[in-house]
């Protein structure tokens, strides 16, 4: 088969102590995960359903990049996540299978067009062009699964410039790594590649020209992204 023209080599991320790279096949994100953050961002937490948006592949940043300031608004703002990594094929897969799918996991940054999610938020209209754009999913290096050991109340912190910012554990998820898995697998069939960016804690806010920020989450390799100066 031929074609018009040739497209860039999918994104990948490595993977700590090997060379062969994970391949990002699709991102899938949940919000309000953390029932202080949907209380701050004006919602109640509840466990009715996770609420489900996605990223291109294309919008993967690796960590340690610098990246200029997001076009198209005024108020783009941080939000750190634990991240998951699929590498088997799964279909409406229950909670108790689910972790057999994952590969591993690693620090993730959601960048949010806040100013034209809420915008668009506000008149019904979909998130993407406040959730889905370049650089909007920053990744850090993958620790496999067998390696970071269970998800157990391990502590994520966000910082700028040196000031935390963020700072909560993986216990208060309010849906858990099997029970995202599972119900994200009832939606889509879920393939090597995939990505789950799990959702934010609390204290989500503004970047701007010249910031230096850094993402931990305990057991994983630590996320760095600066933004550049305005030229």
Request: charged fraction near 20%; aromatic fraction near 8%; proline fraction near 4%.
């Given at each position: 088969m031929s074609l018009q023209f040739e497209l860039p080599q999918a994104p990948s991320v490595p993977v700590v102590g090997e060379v062969a790279r994970f391949p990002v096949r699709r991102i899938f994100c949940v919000g309000r995960n953390y029932e202080a953050h949907a209380q701050e961002m004006g919602f109640s937490a509840d466990r009715e359903a996770p609420i489900w948006f996605t990223k291109?592949?294309?919008?993967?940043?690796?960590?340690?990049?610098?990246?200029?300031?997001?076009?198209?608004?005024?108020?783009?703002?941080?939000?750190?996540?634990?991240?998951?990594?699929?590498?088997k094929p799964a279909f409406g897969i229950a909670p108790e299978a689910a972790m057999d799918v994952v590969f591993g996991y690693a620090c993730g940054l959601d960048l949010t067009r806040r100013d034209l999610q809420t915008a668009a938020r506000d008149k019904g209209y979909p998130w993407d062009t406040g959730k889905d754009f370049?650089?909007?999913?920053?990744?850090?290096?993958?620790?496999?699964?067998?390696?970071?050991?269970?998800?157990?109340?391990?502590?994520?912190?966000?910082?700028?410039?040196?000031?935390?910012?963020?700072?909560?554990?993986?216990?208060e998820l309010i849906w858990s790594v099997p029970e995202l898995i599972a119900d994200l697998s009832c939606l889509y069939h879920l393939a090597p590649g995939d990505l789950i960016y799990t959702g934010t804690p609390a204290g989500v806010g503004p970047i701007a020209p010249g910031d230096r920020l850094e993402g931990v989450v305990d057991g994983l390799s630590p996320l760095n992204l600066s933004i550049a100066t305005a030229e």
């Open positions: 291109s592949a294309w919008a993967t940043c690796q960590s340690g990049a610098t990246i200029p300031y997001p076009p198209g608004t005024g108020n783009c703002h941080y939000e750190m996540e634990f991240v998951v990594a699929v590498d370049e650089n909007a999913a920053v990744i850090g290096t993958i620790t496999r699964k067998a390696q970071f050991g269970d998800v157990d109340g391990q502590r994520i912190r966000f910082s700028i410039n040196g000031e935390t910012r963020q700072d909560a554990t993986l216990a």
